[in-house]
């Protein structure tokens, strides 16, 4: 049989090749779970460290703000370059990639003999956990397009955020690590744990190399990119969620990389407290999110909701900042509160943008976030800094918890506009993503 006759053959059985199994497919949600959460755990574990790090090395607040930011400066740089990489390379050798960049730059930041080294690090880390972040959703796109997507990027997204949840609780499961008062061992587990990126990735690799030859797959999910042709069109209701975005995100994240220092030099409270405080955030979410973006889906109103977990936050950071106030009361506000806006902020964009711009929508504040997060954490080191912030001044740390009220409150006035936009699209019989169209 000739080549050409061949074709029509080979086509044939090409597309009589199965779907794969249900079991399968919950093996490579099982694996690229795996790499998340050593992603997860590197990304979260310098906070738990922060006191350390700064006598270790002998730098100012300003240069930790320093440390922890330039993970959104690499971040930045990922984010627009990733999407074009995964589209290239495919998600079986992004996750394997990316996955190795993160496990590497968690080996540099345990080894680091200077600030500049762990500063190397730590931007490398953010080369390497951003765009696998974007590789894993990208790839469970393909995997489960249509068949339990929803179901199973939530439980990706529980299983990364137990990597979090580890780190703030690791004072009391490793404290061996903790004992001898040096940030090195700490970090040397982190980057044994991180190493999960690269077996997460490596199984995922083989997995997908297999039912490449067996099964026929979807295609793989697109990745959101940037392209500023389509911001034009955006309307004010869009801005005012990205300006939610922003300072929620920038006034939550980089608090977290300085709360562990902030409880124990403001509050005296014991390493082991400090970290299980700041668990309740992720361990909360990981329940209430899923359960909030089903009450939202089920009555709508979700301008409102917003505007009441911004209401929530904005007291937060001044309540810390008074010694009278249990930290219980403040980190179960800020917990609600990280539960409620984003199970309804990013949906939102899909009601107000069209689809054929929501990629452009997404990356956008995705990006504007990112440069929030370095701002912020820098902007945070300077001004205990300029305060002389410590254990023997607790005062000092007032000046940094008042910009974060500052940032709370400009994210309150954001969800008031979007609450009243909303109200106003209703009155005139449209929905805000006709308005958003027009």
Same mark, same amino acid.
């Given at each position: 049989?000739?080549?050409?006759?061949?074709?029509?053959?080979?086509?044939?059985?090409?597309?009589?090749?199965?779907?794969?199994?249900?079991?399968?497919?919950?093996?490579?949600?099982?694996?690229?779970?795996?790499?998340?959460?050593?992603?997860?755990?590197?990304?979260?574990?310098?906070?738990?460290?922060?006191?350390?790090?700064?006598?270790?090395?002998?730098?100012?607040?300003?240069?930790?703000?320093?440390?922890?930011?330039?993970?959104?400066?690499?971040?930045?740089?990922?984010?627009?370059?990733?999407?074009?990489?995964?589209?290239?390379?495919?998600?079986?050798?992004?996750?394997?990639?990316?996955?190795?960049?993160?496990?590497?730059?968690?080996?540099? =930041?345990?080894?680091? #003999?200077?600030?500049?080294?762990?500063?190397?690090?730590?931007?490398?880390?953010?080369?390497?956990?951003?765009?696998?972040?974007?590789?894993?959703?990208? &790839? %469970?796109?393909?995997?489960?397009?249509?068949?339990?997507?929803?179901?199973?990027?939530?439980?990706?997204?529980?299983?990364?955020?137990?990597?979090?949840?580890?780190?703030?609780?690791?004072?009391?499961? &490793?404290?061996?690590?903790?004992?001898?008062?040096?940030?090195?061992?700490?970090?040397?587990?982190?980057?044994?744990?991180?190493?999960?990126? =690269?077996?997460?990735?490596?199984?995922?690799?083989?997995?997908?190399?297999?039912?490449?030859?067996?099964? @026929? $797959?979807?295609?793989?999910?697109? *990745?959101?990119? $940037?392209? %500023?042709?389509? =911001?034009?069109?955006?309307?004010? &209701?869009?801005?005012?969620?990205?300006? !939610?975005?922003?300072?929620?995100?920038?006034?939550?994240?980089?608090?977290?990389?300085?709360? *562990?220092?902030?409880?124990? @030099?403001?509050?005296?409270?014991?390493?082991?407290?400090?970290?299980?405080?700041?668990?309740?955030?992720?361990?909360?979410?990981?329940?209430?999110? #899923?359960?909030?973006?089903?009450?939202?889906?089920? =009555?709508?109103?979700?301008?409102?909701?917003?505007?009441?977990?911004? !209401?929530?936050?904005?007291?937060?950071?001044?309540?810390?900042?008074?010694?009278?106030?249990? %930290?219980?009361?403040?980190?179960?506000?800020?917990?609600?509160?990280?539960?409620?806006?984003?199970?309804?902020?990013?949906?939102?964009?899909?009601?107000?943008?069209?689809?054929?711009?929501?990629?452009?929508?997404?990356?956008?504040?995705? %990006?504007?976030?990112?440069?929030?997060?370095?701002?912020?954490?820098?902007?945070?080191?300077?001004?205990?800094?300029?305060?002389?912030?410590?254990?023997?001044?607790?005062?000092?740390?007032?000046?940094?918890?008042?910009? $974060?009220?500052?940032?709370?409150? $400009?994210?309150?006035?954001?969800?008031?506009?979007?609450?009243?936009? @909303?109200?106003?699209?209703?009155?005139?019989?449209?929905? &805000?993503?006709?308005?958003?169209?027009?």
């Amino acid at each position: 049989m000739s080549a050409a006759a061949a074709l029509p053959h080979l086509r044939a059985h090409e597309a009589a090749r199965p779907a794969p199994g249900a079991g399968y497919r919950w093996l490579v949600l099982i694996f690229v779970s795996v790499s998340m959460f050593g992603n997860y755990y590197l990304c979260d574990a310098l906070g738990l460290v922060a006191d350390l790090v700064k006598a270790g090395y002998q730098i100012s607040d300003s240069q930790y703000g320093l440390l922890t930011g330039i993970y959104s400066i690499a971040a930045v740089v990922a984010l627009l370059l990733g999407g074009v990489i995964i589209d290239r390379m495919g998600t079986k050798r992004s996750v394997l990639l990316f996955g190795v960049f993160a496990s590497v730059a968690g080996l540099v =930041i345990a080894m680091a #003999p200077s600030y500049q080294v762990m500063l190397a690090g730590r931007f490398l880390l953010g080369i390497g956990c951003e765009p696998l972040n974007v590789a894993v959703t990208t &790839a %469970l796109a393909r995997w489960f397009k249509g068949k339990e997507l929803s179901f199973a990027f939530g439980l990706n997204l529980t299983v990364s955020r137990l990597g979090s949840v580890a780190v703030d609780r690791s004072p009391q499961w &490793a404290s061996w690590a903790y004992s001898g008062g040096s940030f090195s061992r700490p970090l040397w587990l982190a980057a044994l744990l991180g190493v999960t990126c =690269i077996i997460g990735g490596a199984v995922y690799w083989a997995l997908e190399h297999r039912a490449e030859q067996r099964y @026929e $797959l979807g295609s793989a999910g697109s *990745t959101d990119k $940037l392209r %500023l042709r389509d =911001i034009a069109g955006f309307g004010a &209701a869009y801005w005012f969620v990205v300006g !939610l975005c922003f300072t929620f995100y920038s006034a939550i994240f980089p608090f977290q990389s300085f709360a *562990t220092k902030f409880f124990i @030099e403001a509050h005296g409270t014991p390493r082991e407290e400090a970290g299980a405080l700041l668990s309740y955030l992720p361990a909360t979410a990981m329940i209430a999110t #899923p359960l909030f973006g089903l009450l939202v889906d089920r =009555i709508g109103r979700r301008a409102l909701f917003m505007a009441v977990g911004s !209401l929530l936050i904005a007291p937060v950071y001044c309540m810390m900042a008074t010694r009278g106030i249990s %930290l219980l009361v403040p980190v179960a506000l800020m917990g609600i509160a990280f539960s409620l806006i984003p199970a309804v902020l990013w949906p939102e964009v899909a009601y107000l943008v069209d689809e054929k711009r929501l990629g452009t929508a997404y990356a956008l504040m995705t %990006l504007l976030q990112q440069v929030g997060f370095f701002a912020v954490s820098w902007l945070l080191g300077w001004a205990n800094d300029v305060s002389h912030a410590s254990a023997e001044n607790p005062g000092g740390y007032a000046l940094g918890m008042w910009l $974060l009220t500052g940032l709370s409150v $400009l994210g309150l006035i954001f969800s008031f506009l979007l609450f009243r936009a @909303e109200r106003g699209h209703k009155s005139h019989g449209i929905s &805000a993503t006709t308005a958003a169209a027009k």
